[in-house]
């Protein structure tokens, strides 16, 4: 198994630029979701979804959309990139729900100029 | 609402022991503990459920106090493996699948 993988671990935008953060993960989990991690403030909750279909609000949603058409892969689209969503992106997953291990990515650097 | 960790950091010498500790203002169902070093992805290191149930690692030992709303991670005979960020996670009822991170504490294991 390849676990959790995120794509690109890199990425340097600009403001106002769209694009797509992508997780995938091979385990069958139910729940996944996606964390920002900046200095000093830890991890902080974008989005979650606990089944393909399903998705919902994390404490700091707000500059991000997010699906969930399979169990598989659950994408971050950043809608006009904005230098205050320069961070460092996680994406988790988990068996059944939060009651579970989470298993997260490799993260994915993003800088916003 | 963000939990509190305390210590925001520690060093230690090998074989000595640390608490961390990891406290809510609201009422807790679970707290979840990770551990983060430089540069990598989070790990799981437990989950400790309302009630007494725990899950996770048998060599890392944590308590849960839900009256007084808060939970200590216990690190003892420390190694040099032990260097990195700690984070709590709570979750604060039984229907949520939010979990919410503190801001980490950071050990420091010395030879």
């Known amino acids: 198994n390849a676990g959790v993988t995120q794509t690109p671990k890199f990425q340097v935008l600009k403001t106002g630029q769209s694009m797509t953060l992508q997780c995938a993960q091979d385990m069958n989990h139910e729940y996944m979701s996606w964390y920002r991690q900046d200095p000093g403030m830890g991890l902080r909750l974008i989005h979650y979804s606990v089944g393909a279909g399903i998705t919902d609000q994390g404490e700091v949603p707000n500059g991000y959309n997010v699906s969930r058409s399979t169990t598989e892969d659950f994408p971050l689209r950043l809608l006009s990139a904005a230098p205050s969503q320069t961070s460092v992106y996680f994406c988790?997953?988990?068996?059944?729900?939060?009651?579970?291990?989470?298993?997260f990515g490799p993260g994915t650097r993003l800088t916003v100029t | 609402q963000q939990p509190v960790q305390s210590p925001q950091a520690v060093i230690l010498r090998e074989g000595e022991d640390a608490v961390i500790n990891c406290s809510s203002s609201k009422a807790l169902y679970s707290v979840h503990w990770y551990r983060q070093k430089h540069g990598e992805a989070p790990v799981f290191l437990m989950i400790?459920?309302?009630?007494?149930e725990q899950k996770g690692h048998e060599k890392i030992s944590a308590s849960f106090n839900e009256k007084k709303q808060q939970s200590s991670l216990y690190l003892t005979a420390s190694q040099l493996s032990y260097s990195g960020t700690y984070f709590c996670g709570t979750r604060h009822g039984g229907a949520t699948n939010k979990l919410i991170f503190g801001t980490g504490t950071l050990l420091a294991v010395q030879p």
């Open positions: 988790a997953s988990a068996p059944g729900s939060i009651f579970d291990e989470q298993y």
């Open positions: 400790l459920l309302k009630g007494g």
